[in-house]
């Protein structure tokens, strides 16, 4: 830290010398006309448009400390925000955070999961460009992502039409791998747990995929059936997915194995892997790094595998709050 004492609490630091620290290296950008320091920061955006979303991440519901370090939990909830922005087609320009925490929680592990943060944000294109501090009894990370269509149309959940394939980008079932190891007490694979603490994500997907015509699209961070369910209700169609396109990777079936689960069950329910779905008409060429995984057919809002509803399946398949 920059006074060379690194066990000093937020308390010991105080809030207006952590937020100094917070924001002392952050890197700045174009679209940046006034950055951190001042009552509220000021954007400029190609086409006059925001999109903007927010997340609240907490501890013990979406990260835990004896299974993450700082900087994975830093990843973790700058991506959450980020890969919605992405899922709009657009392009994240720029991140708010708010922050709860405890006085006595330690200011190397903030200093370090806003590193993680910064990280996460610079391969998406995006800086912190401010936020909030305050004291409380928990971990809490409010993220406001701020993002521009650069002169696009948004693409949201209701425009699938029937006819339309279905393609995903980026790993599924990867972190519901992970998080079942480490439920049972397990480090390794380190690859699944990592997949578990940070998402690996690819922040090109949701642009290309609006530019090659895409007509809904979401990211997967509660589970494949129940996101791609958000589509078939706000487009009013069914869709169809296709169990036999996913290609189930050697880790995966390592885990399940010595678990003795079926581990298109992860790839069908498990998120925060962050994957993109988006729907694409027929005869529009899918872009680099898309596989179509299912079709949108005419029917009832509805979400099938194969033509029709897993027998294994209880609920909404997937996570939700409150449940």
Not at 176 to 182: C, K, P, Q, S, W
Not at 231 to 250: C, K, M, P, Q
């Amino acid at each position: 830290m920059a006074d060379g004492k690194t066990d000093r609490t937020v308390g010991d630091i105080g809030e207006f010398a952590l937020i100094e620290r917070l924001v002392s290296d952050t890197p700045t950008s174009p679209a940046i006309e006034v950055g951190p320091g001042d009552d509220a920061a000021v954007i400029g955006l190609s086409d006059g448009r925001v999109v903007a979303c927010v997340d609240v991440l907490v501890e013990g519901t979406h990260f835990r400390r004896d299974w993450s370090n700082a900087i994975d939990v830093g990843r973790r909830i700058a991506a959450a925000s980020l890969s919605d922005i992405n899922a709009m087609g657009a392009q994240c320009s720029s991140l708010l955070v708010g922050l709860v925490a405890p006085g006595d929680l330690a200011g190397a592990w903030i200093m370090e999961a806003a590193a993680g943060l910064k990280e996460e944000a610079a391969s998406a294109g995006a800086v912190l460009i401010g936020g909030d501090t305050t004291q409380g009894d928990s971990i809490v990370f409010s993220v406001t992502a701020l993002g521009s269509l650069d002169g696009r149309a948004p693409v949201t959940r209701g425009g699938a039409q029937p006819g339309d394939r279905v393609a995903v980008c980026g790993r599924l079932g990867w972190a519901a791998a992970g998080l079942a190891v480490l439920g049972r007490g397990f480090r390794s694979p380190k690859v699944l747990v990592d997949a578990h603490r940070f998402p690996v994500i690819d922040y090109t997907c949701g642009p290309r995929a609006a530019a090659a015509g895409a007509t809904a699209m979401i990211d997967i961070s509660d589970g494949l059936i129940a996101d791609v369910g958000h589509i078939a209700a706000a487009s009013n169609v069914a869709i169809d997915l296709d169990s036999t396109t996913l290609e189930v990777a050697e880790p995966l079936q390592a885990a399940a194995a010595a678990y003795n689960v079926d581990p298109k069950i992860w790839m069908l329910t498990g998120g925060d892997d962050h994957a993109l779905v988006a729907c694409l008409p027929e005869g529009v060429e899918l872009p680099d790094g898309f596989l179509e995984i299912g079709r949108i057919r005419e029917g009832a809002a509805q979400v099938t595998v194969d033509g029709s509803e897993p027998e294994w399946l209880e609920g909404p398949g997937g996570f939700t709050h409150f449940a």
